[in-house]
């Protein structure tokens, strides 16, 4: 079984910086895509920035310049930089992870149990 486990949520001022971190767990080989996403009350939940293993980026046009996506493949972990937040950057943020599990089990999405970002004066 595969898990992942978030950290770094929490209430921050607006123009405040956040990181959040995700690190994997459980029995697989390796990790292809490593992402985030979020999702605001009342709203479907949205991509806000994914890396390939390869090193490939892609942000959300509302998050370029102000979010990194970064990864660590030796922890099997993916971090989020977050800075110059706005309020509607409010969101439960979820990482999500694409684990190869090898020849048996191929390939397994999984997600996060997301955490909190609040962006409030």
């Known amino acids: 079984q595969v898990q992942l486990v978030e950290s770094g949520g929490g209430l921050v001022q607006p123009g405040g910086s956040l990181r959040l971190s995700c690190a994997a767990s459980?029995?697989?080989?390796?990790?292809?895509?490593m992402g985030w996403y979020r999702q605001a009350p009342g709203k479907q939940r949205e991509l806000v920035a994914t890396l390939s293993n390869g090193g490939t980026t892609n942000y959300a046009d509302s998050v370029k310049g102000r979010f990194t996506i970064s990864r660590d493949n030796a922890e099997n972990a993916v971090s989020l930089q977050m800075n110059s937040l706005k309020p509607e950057d409010t969101a439960v943020y979820y990482c999500n992870m694409d684990i190869f599990r090898g020849l048996r089990f191929g390939d397994l999405e999984v997600w996060g149990q997301g955490t909190l970002v609040t962006v409030s004066s």
């Open positions: 459980g029995s697989f080989f390796s990790i292809n895509n």
